[in-house]
């Protein structure tokens, strides 16, 4: 730990983090003198080597995987919302297999591409791979933003970096562990078009208006429905047909299993996860060999192994993989 006191002219409560983002500030009434403290064993990850955090203009926001998994989705980038400082994230759609969001760090550094790149445990890889990891495979998401944290990278690191690193093995005993999760999911808000009553009474105010300024700017009410017509929409006689209601159901089935195997000594380490997960569409759509509902399954698998030689060489090997299998209706 590294102490400083500042002189200040009256009680001042102050936010150090000019050099490091772990700071400590103290303050006392009746007194001109600040106390500032801060971790300086800390670092920051970089694609070969770590940073000191006292070397850093900001502070890296980082989340666990543990917390990520909180939020059950197949689509991990849907997981971020709110997690981290100063990553702007924003989803499409939500469909399965589609659902993927925008993510992009507070100020863009270039002109032609504002999209931040990605690495996993130290390689850089494209948004489609990180997309469909699991939370169970995270150890940590860091997000990367300030200019000496992305020097190492070049100019690549012009927009920002989302650092990944998936679990690895511990010393100690051989531990198992287990999770599933399974559940309906609901959308909060459709949003539908107007039903045949309220679309055809904007459409007479729409002709109309069109044909104010084809006739001399003279109002013309020009109705393409009748009254009969409006008021049969209205009153249910006539033709209404929530097509919404029609095809989608209210709920989506979401499945998810994962099981670790961790453990090793002061030589070997190892980490094996294995995860399924199975999300359903909103589709209502009776599944046989020609149409099915959407839906994506996944099957993820990642061994991470650690080695140590002769106490002054290490080595790691890390295999990941998965499979993906996607179903959707055979309608345009």
Do not use: C
């Amino acid at each position: 730990m590294k102490k400083f006191k500042l002189q200040l002219p009256f009680s001042l409560y102050m936010l150090y983090a000019l050099f490091a983002n772990t700071t400590a500030a103290t303050a006392q009434e009746n007194t001109d003198t600040v106390a500032v403290k801060y971790k300086s064993n800390e670092t920051i990850a970089a694609p070969l080597l770590s940073l000191s955090q006292e070397r850093s203009l900001l502070p890296p926001a980082s989340v666990s995987g543990t917390v990520l998994a909180q939020t059950p989705t197949a689509n991990i980038t849907n997981t971020l919302y709110g997690r981290l400082a100063g990553l702007t994230v924003r989803q499409g759609s939500g469909e399965p297999g589609y659902d993927n969001a925008g993510l992009f760090i507070r100020g863009r550094g270039t002109y032609d591409n504002g999209g931040l790149i990605f690495y996993v445990d130290g390689f850089q890889v494209a948004s489609s791979y990180f997309q469909y990891l699991s939370p169970s495979e995270i150890e940590s998401v860091t997000v990367l933003k300030d200019p000496v944290s992305l020097a190492t990278f070049g100019m690549r690191g012009a927009n920002g970096v989302l650092w990944i690193i998936t679990k690895r093995g511990a010393p100690g005993k051989a531990r198992v562990q287990a999770q599933v999760v399974t559940g309906w999911q609901s959308p909060i808000r459709i949003t539908k078009p107007y039903g045949s009553y309220d679309y055809a009474r904007l459409y007479n105010q729409a002709i109309s208006n069109d044909n104010y300024a084809i006739n001399g700017h003279q109002l013309n009410w020009t109705p393409a429905y009748t009254d009969a017509q409006l008021e049969a929409y209205k009153n249910g006689t006539g033709t209404d047909v929530d097509w919404y209601d029609e095809t989608l159901k209210d709920n989506g089935r979401y499945s998810n299993a994962n099981v670790t195997l961790s453990g090793g000594d002061t030589t070997t380490r190892y980490a094996i996860i294995l995860d399924y997960m199975n999300q359903g569409g909103l589709y209502d759509v009776p599944k046989t060999d020609a149409q099915s509902n959407a839906q994506i399954r996944r099957f993820n698998i990642r061994s991470n192994l650690d080695f140590k030689f002769f106490k002054i060489f290490e080595a790691k090997v890390d295999l990941g993989g998965r499979i993906e299998d996607r179903y959707y209706p055979n309608y345009n």
